[in-house]
Antibody, heavy 118, light 111 residues
Framework: EVQLVESGGGLVQPGGSLRLSCAASGFTFSTYWVAWVRQAPGKGLEWVANINPGATEKYYVDSVKGRFTISRDNAENSLYLQMNSLRAEDTAVYYC???????????WGPGTMVTVSS | QSALTQPPSASGSPGQSVTISCTGT?????????VSWYQQHPGNAPKLMIY???KRPSGVPDRFSGSKSGNTASLTVSGLQAEDEADYYCTSSYAGSHSYVFGTGTRVTVL
């Protein structure tokens, strides 16, 4: 079964750091772009970052540039998001998603909740 | 990049049709045929419903269809069913890059 499963969410204080992970299975992870998409409570979806198969291209939404870093380990079939200098407005469910040959986000994980609060 | 504009809500009775618009600019929706649509039920992850403006992934009912005119894309749900009640989001690539922008979302209610 093709699937993505996120982990690493939790409660963190403003200014703190957190590292999210996403485990992929059921497909050749090393050949796909993958992304992080977040959804604040009661709000819409927001693309956060994505990375190409070889990890040589990375793109970020302006609001996280310089604070978040996307990375991947193709040997471990894993995607990561290192989040530093966290702010209250980063509170959201974070989804990892596969960007497929359909030129769309065709596989999504169930999400992991990140809460930034003192 | 700014979020694509969608109406906050849309509704229809069972069996009727509902159309949701997604308005952007020539840098996103109008410039490229990489518009996709997602359905999200409360508490669940989004699900891909339409890709490349008009194409349906395997398993998505043909009641769902997509189109585009200028800077506005549309999703039409025909023959509304109770299970179609959900939030719907459009997305597009931005400026031909691997940056993306989502729509503001539309809640569809089946009356």
């Amino acid at each position: 079964e093709v699937q993505l499963v996120e982990s690493g969410g939790g409660l963190v204080q403003p200014g703190g750091s957190l590292r999210l992970s996403c485990a992929a299975s059921g497909f050749t992870f090393s050949t796909y772009w993958v992304a992080w998409v977040r959804q604040a409570p009661g709000k819409g979806l927001e693309w956060v970052a994505n990375i190409n198969p070889g990890a040589t291209e990375k793109y970020y939404v302006d609001s996280v540039k310089g604070r978040f870093t996307i990375s991947r380990d193709n040997a471990e079939n894993s995607l990561y998001l290192q989040m530093n200098s966290l702010r209250a407005e980063d509170t959201a469910v974070y989804y990892c998603a596969r960007y497929g040959y359909t030129a769309a986000f065709d596989i999504w994980g169930p999400g992991t909740m990140v809460t930034v609060s003192s | 990049q700014s979020a694509l504009t969608q109406p906050p809500s849309a509704s229809g009775s069972p069996g009727q049709s509902v159309t949701i618009s997604c308005t952007g600019t020539s840098s996103d929706v109008g410039g490229y045929n990489y518009v996709s649509w997602y359905q999200q039920h409360p508490g669940n992850a989004p699900k891909l419903m339409i890709y490349e403006v008009t194409k349906r992934p395997s398993g998505v009912p043909d009641r769902f269809s997509g189109s585009k005119s200028g800077n506005t894309a549309s999703l039409t749900v025909s023959g509304l069913q109770a299970e179609d009640e959900a939030d719907y989001y459009c997305t597009s690539s931005y400026a031909g890059s691997h940056s993306y922008v989502f729509g503001t979302g539309t809640r569809v209610t089946v009356l």
